[in-house]
C-alpha cells in the first residue's frame, strides 16, 4: 500500500512537471496520434490490395495495433525510465535511488514521464474504437488487455536493460530488441511457423503484446486471459529478480546526484 | 569544397574509431528484413502467383533492403542542429570559416555512407540468403548516383526541421510526421506498384518518392530512361529544397541572439 502511494506522488510530481511545459506536452501528444495514424495507412494499403493474411484482416490489425501503441504509451506515461535504465546504470545514476528509503526499481523506471506517450496511449482506444468490432464489455476486456500487454512490455525493457550490469553499454541491444519487440507485435501472428512463434512467447515475447491481448479483446476465453495474465507475472518476476541479482554487481564513482 | 572534404574524412575516422557502435546499430536491418521475408511470403502464396504488379519475392526483398538503406542511413541532422541552436552552441560553427550547412552536411554525410556500407551488407546478405542474389547487378550502378540525391533530399528536409527549433520549443513532432509521411508516400514498407492508382499518382509527385521508391525500384529493374527520370526529380527538389534552406537559414541567424561568450 505504501508503495502504492509513493508511486502516485511519483506520477503526480511527473505530471505536473510535464505541465509546466503544456504546450510541449499537447504538441508530443497530438504529434503522436497524428504519427500513428499515418503510419496504420502502411496496413489500410495493404489490406486493400490483399485482403487478408492468413485470415488476418484489416479490423484485426486495428485492434492488435491499437493494443500494442496503448500499453507502449502507458508504458512510457508511467515508466519511463525503462527506456533509459541501461543509462542509468552506465552513467552511476542509480546512486540517486540507492540512497534513499524506497525500492530502487520502482523508484527509477517511475522518474520520468514520455510526454508523447499520452498520444501513443489515447490513439490506442481510438484504432480499437473504429475497428468494426467495438462493444463495451469489449472495451473493459481493452483497457486489461493493455495494462497487461504493459506488464509484459515494461518487464522486457527492465530485463533486457538490466544486462548493462553484466555486459557493460548495451545501447545497441537495447535499441534492437526494442524495436524488435515493437515490430513484431503489430504483424499478425499468422505469418510465423512454429520456431518463430515459440520465440514471440518467450525471448522477444512480442506476441504478449499484440497478438494475443488483441486476441482476449475481441473474444473472451479464459485460456486467452490465462496465457496473458501468466505471461505478464513470470515476466515482471523475471525482470525483478534479474534487476535485484544485477544491482549486487552495481558499482560506481559515488556520484551523488541530484535528479531534476 | 576541400574544408569540407576534410569535415567529411575527419567524420568518418571518427566512426571508424568505434565500428562496433556501428555495427550494433546496423543490425536492427536483420529483424526487419526476416519480417519483411515473412510477410511477402506469405502474401505471395496467397495470391497463387511468382509475380504481383510487376515484381517477383526477389524483387520485393531486394526493393525493401535499398528502401531500409535509404532509410535506416539517412543524414539525421534534425535533432542535430535543434539542440545546437536551444543549447547555443550554433554560435561556435557560426564563428568558423565554413558554412554552418555545409558543416553539418559533411559530417552526417560521412555517418551516412558509413552506416549504408554496413546495412547493405547485412540486410542484402540476408536478402541473398532468403531469395537468392540481387535480379540485376546493373542495379548497383544505377543505384549509387540516386542514393547520392535521396541522401542529399534527407539532409534538407531534416535540416530545415531541425531549424525549426528558432521557432518551436519542441521539433519531435515535425520529425514523427515527416518520418510517417516518407514511410507511406515513399513506399518504404509497400513498394508503391501495389498502392491504389490515385494515390500512387500523388506519391510519385511528391518528394518522397524521388528519395525511396525511384532509387529502390531502379536497383531491383533499372533501365536508363528510368534512371533519367528520376535523377531529374531529384534535382528538381533538390533546387527547391536548397532554395527553401538557404532562405530559412539566413532568417533564422537574424533572429539568433546569442548571450556571453
Known amino acids: 500500500m505504501s508503495h502504492l502511494k509513493f508511486l502516485l506522488a511519483v506520477w503526480k510530481a511527473n505530471l505536473q512537471s510535464a505541465m509546466e511545459y503544456r504546450a510541449s506536452f499537447l504538441a508530443q501528444m497530438f504529434g503522436m496520434i497524428a504519427n500513428n495514424t499515418i503510419y496504420f495507412l502502411i496496413w489500410v494499403i495493404f489490406f486493400d490490395r490483399f485482403n487478408d493474411v492468413r485470415g488476418w484482416g484489416l479490423g484485426d490489425m486495428y485492434v492488435t495495433f491499437g493494443v500494442s501503441a496503448s500499453a507502449f ?52 482506444f481510438l484504432s480499437y474504437a473504429v475497428s468494426g468490432s467495438f462493444s463495451w464489455d469489449g472495451l473493459l476486456r481493452f483497457g486489461l488487455a493493455v495494462l497487461l ?55 522477444i515475447p512480442a506476441a504478449l503484446m499484440g497478438t494475443v491481448p488483441a486476441s482476449f479483446t475481441r473474444h473472451f476465453t479464459w485460456q486467452t486471459l490465462a496465457i496473458l495474465l501468466g505471461g505478464a507475472v513470470a515476466f515482471l518476476l523475471l525482470a525483478i529478480f534479474v534487476f ?17 | 569544397m576541400k574544408k569540407y572534404w576534410a569535415i567529411f574524412k575527419l567524420q568518418l575516422a571518427n566512426g571508424l574509431a568505434y565500428p562496433g557502435e556501428f555495427i550494433g546499430r546496423s543490425l536492427m536491418i536483420l ?20 509475380e504481383i504488379n510487376g515484381l517477383t519475392l526477389q ?52 555517418d551516412t555512407v558509413f552506416r549504408a556500407l554496413l546495412n547493405l551488407v547485412l540486410g542484402g546478405g540476408m536478402a541473398w540468403l532468403l531469395v537468392g542474389p540481387p535480379p540485376s547487378l546493373w542495379g548497383f550502378v544505377v543505384v549509387l548516383p540516386l542514393l547520392l ?29 515527416y518520418q510517417k509521411l516518407a514511410f507511406i508516400l515513399g513506399g518504404l514498407l509497400i513498394p508503391l506498384n501495389f498502392y491504389p492508382t490515385w494515390l ?40 527547391l529544397f536548397v532554395g527553401g534552406l538557404g532562405l530559412l537559414y539566413r532568417r533564422s541567424v537574424t533572429v539568433l541572439t546569442v548571450n556571453g561568450g
Not at chain 1, 535485484?244 to 531534476?260: H, K, M, N, P, T
Not at chain 2, 529493374?221 to 531529384?234: D, E, I, K, R, V
Open chain 1, 73 to 124: 504509451g502507458l508504458v512510457s506515461i508511467l515508466f519511463g525510465n525503462t527506456f533509459s535504465l541501461g543509462e542509468i546504470i552506465t552513467r552511476g545514476r542509480l546512486d540517486y535511488y540507492l540512497s534513499l528509503p524506497r525500492p530502487v526499481l520502482l523508484h527509477a523506471v517511475s522518474s520520468r514521464m514520455i510526454s508523447s506517450g499520452a498520444g501513443d496511449f489515447v490513439y490506442g
Open chain 1, 149 to 203: 500487454a504493459a506488464v509484459v512490455f515494461g518487464s522486457f525493457l527492465i530485463l533486457v536493460q538490466s544486462l548493462t550490469f553484466w555486459i557493460g553499454s548495451t545501447s545497441n541491444l537495447i535499441q534492437v530488441a526494442t524495436n524488435a519487440m515493437v515490430t513484431f507485435a503489430i504483424y499478425p501472428i499468422t505469418l510465423f511457423d512454429k520456431s518463430a512463434r515459440l520465440i514471440l512467447f518467450t525471448v
Open chain 1, 244 to 260: 535485484q541479482r544485477g544491482l549486487r554487481r552495481y558499482e560506481s564513482g559515488s556520484a551523488i546526484q541530484v535528479e531534476v
Open chain 2, 31 to 50: 529483424p526487419f528484413m526476416w519480417i519483411f521475408y515473412q510477410l511477402w511470403r506469405v502474401t505471395f502464396e496467397a495470391s497463387a502467383s511468382t
Open chain 2, 59 to 110: 524483387h520485393t526483398l531486394w526493393y525493401l533492403v535499398i528502401a531500409e538503406v535509404i532509410e535506416l542511413s539517412r543524414p539525421r541532422v534534425a535533432n542535430t542542429i535543434s539542440d545546437a541552436v536551444k543549447d547555443g552552441s550554433i554560435a561556435h560553427i557560426l564563428s568558423k570559416p565554413y558554412s554552418f550547412l555545409g558543416y553539418h552536411y559533411s559530417s552526417s554525410m560521412a
Open chain 2, 149 to 177: 540525391g535521396a541522401w542529399a533530399l534527407n539532409y534538407c528536409i531534416a535540416a530545415l526541421i531541425g531549424l525549426l527549433a528558432f521557432w518551436v520549443e519542441d521539433i519531435s513532432a515535425f520529425q514523427w510526421i
Open chain 2, 200 to 239: 500512387r499518382t500523388i506519391a510519385e509527385a511528391l518528394p518522397f518518392s524521388a528519395m525511396t521508391y525511384a532509387p529502390a525500384s531502379l536497383f531491383v529493374s533499372p533501365t536508363l530512361n528510368g534512371f533519367l527520370t528520376a535523377a531529374g526529380l531529384q534535382l528538381l527538389w533538390l533546387l
